[in-house]
């Protein structure tokens, strides 16, 4: 199976700051790579796919890079709104896996 | 609107078994991939299966094969997961979801809670 290791684990920021989450792969995974937000106690929400791609209705703060094994979602400037756990996937092979998860908490 | 609901979790024994349902709405249900998505209590996300739309096609996790059955029911717009021999570590949030277009995931349910305990 393809691992996916996300860094850092948890992230305290600020609203306003621009905040990177990084997202690794052990093996090529080309751009099949999609991100999520969680808040507790709710289902995860796609943000971006085919590592770039922003979803339908995502704000434009939300933005994704990379190819190959190493990929990164960036958040231009943290909102209130944007207080949660974020997951990297990667769809390249038959057995989906998900990065560990990066929580991002308010400082 | 596209809407996905689960049912069926629920307090069970090791070694036993639990159906899960999953009911769709909104979109038209035969022409998309779906997943089973779990998530034990204060961890991470974990994929347990998917379903080709014609169900021509299953994948499971290495964690779930040979005891748990992924089908579906396109007929009534239904996605189930037959859950033989839990285990403890079974217990968590399964989540229903439609794969986007790839095998990604564009909507989700809310979720059934699943415990496995004695």
């Known amino acids: 199976d393809i691992q996916m290791t996300q860094s850092p684990s948890t992230l305290s920021a600020s609203v306003g700051d621009r905040v990177t989450i990084t997202c690794r792969a052990s093996q090529d995974i080309i751009t099949w790579l999609a991100w999520y937000q969680q808040k507790p106690g709710k289902a995860p929400k796609l943000l971006i796919y085919e590592a770039s791609s922003l979803e339908g209705g995502v704000p434009s703060r939300f933005s994704g890079s990379g190819s190959g094994t190493e990929f990164t979602l960036t958040i231009s400037s943290l909102q209130p709104d944007d207080f949660a756990t974020y997951y990297c996937?990667?769809?390249?092979?038959?057995?989906?896996?998900f990065g560990g998860g990066t929580k991002v908490e308010i400082k | 609107q596209v809407q996905l609901v689960e049912s069926g979790g629920g307090l069970v024994k090791p070694g036993g078994s639990l159906r899960l349902s999953c009911a769709a709405s909104?979109?038209?249900?035969?022409?998309?991939?779906m997943s089973w998505i779990r998530q034990a209590p204060g961890k991470g996300l974990e994929w347990v299966s998917y379903i080709s739309s014609t169900s021509s096609s299953m994948y499971y996790a290495d964690s779930v094969k040979g005891r748990f059955t992924i089908s579906r029911d396109n007929a009534k717009n239904s996605l189930y997961l037959q859950m033989n021999s839990l285990r403890a570590e079974d217990t968590a949030v399964y989540y229903c979801?439609?794969?986007?277009?790839?095998?990604?995931?564009?909507?989700w349910g809310q979720g059934t809670l699943v415990t496995v305990s004695s």
């Open positions: 979801a439609r794969h986007q277009g790839t095998q990604n995931f564009d909507y």
């Open positions: 909104g979109f038209t249900f035969s022409n998309y991939y």
């Open positions: 996937q990667q769809y390249n092979s038959y057995s989906l896996t």
